[in-house]
């Protein structure tokens, strides 16, 4: 996707050569920035624009790329597979929208409705970033001094003849971070208390799972009673219950809102024994001591 390439594309280039130099037709496909869980670059944007409120921006901010929904890359893998293959093929792919990496970042915030500010820093050096990238995401300098190597480049489509081969319509921006959030919603949604590490032998110290830019930690006892039995607890939490763990922070948290003018606890269940959207759960009958279910 352009000839002045880093290191680290470079190093793509060569893996593709190797395999062409197998003598088996081989089928390349080139990819700018894929949108989804598990790509590095993606997983570095998402982790700049929900970490910070106020991003130093190097001058790759503004490099154009033409990001690819993952769904999308499947979709062409798919049909790379029943595709006759004569010789080795190289196709670039992309989306349909070319935009800078900040526009991505923008896109991003929009659909996460987070307010974010971008400052243009073009003399923050690629060994400077990587080591900004460390601290603030999950990405290591070394690999995010040679992802910035790469994104230093314009990775956009030059050959668009995979767009005539292939029956893949390609989304845009918009489209890909939505589907990308959605399907980190639905993995958030059937994450299972037996998906989490907590209930695999050892763990790490906080015992859960990550699905997109969240920690998960479930864990679950057996108890001898009928379902309804077990979850009237849940039901009745709150109120002259009280809540089943740390009941004294709760209630040093109630005494805080007081002394800035808020109710505290002060507040009443509507029902002690129905749970509803939007029902408060704090009364001004909780008492610190009051932790047992009954």
């Not at 070394?142 to 314009?154: A, Y």
């Not at 948290?253 to 002394?259: I, P, Q």
Request: glycine share 8%; hydrophobic share 40%; aromatic share 8%.
């Amino acid at each position: 996707m352009t000839k002045t390439l880093s290191a680290h594309l470079r190093s793509r280039h060569e893996v593709a050569n190797i395999l062409r130099s197998s003598g088996i037709p081989t089928i390349e496909f080139r990819a700018s920035i894929v949108i989804g869980s598990g790509s590095l670059s993606f997983e570095m944007i998402r982790a700049l624009v929900q970490r910070l409120p106020v991003m130093i921006c190097p001058r790759w901010v503004d490099v154009k790329a033409q990001p690819i929904a993952v769904e999308d890359v499947i979709a062409y893998l798919m049909e790379a597979l029943e595709l006759p293959v004569e010789h080795s093929s190289v196709f670039e792919i992309g989306g349909t929208d070319q935009v800078s990496y900040g526009e991505i970042m923008q896109e991003y915030a929009r659909q996460r409705g987070l307010r974010r500010w971008m400052i243009s820093v073009p003399v923050l050096t690629p060994r400077l970033s990587s080591l900004w990238l460390g601290l603030v995401t999950p990405i290591y300098a070394r690999i995010g001094r040679k992802l910035i190597d790469s994104v230093r480049n314009p990775t956009l489509v030059r050959d668009p003849s995979a767009l005539t081969i292939f029956s893949v319509k390609p989304k845009g921006l918009r489209e890909a971070i939505e589907r990308a959030l959605h399907h980190e919603d639905q993995e958030f949604a059937k994450t299972r208390w037996s998906d989490a590490l907590s209930s695999r032998g050892k763990s790490p110290s906080w015992g859960g799972v990550r699905v997109g830019t969240r920690l998960i930690d479930s864990r679950s006892v057996q108890v001898s009673v009928s379902a309804a039995c077990a979850f009237a607890p849940v039901l009745r939490i709150g109120g002259s219950n009280g809540w089943y763990f740390a009941n004294f922070l709760w209630w040093c948290r109630g005494f805080l809102d007081l002394l800035v003018g808020g109710v505290g606890l002060r507040r009443g269940r509507r029902d002690p024994d129905t749970l509803a959207a939007g029902m408060r759960l704090i009364s001004g009958e909780w008492k610190p001591s009051s932790r047992t279910a009954k």
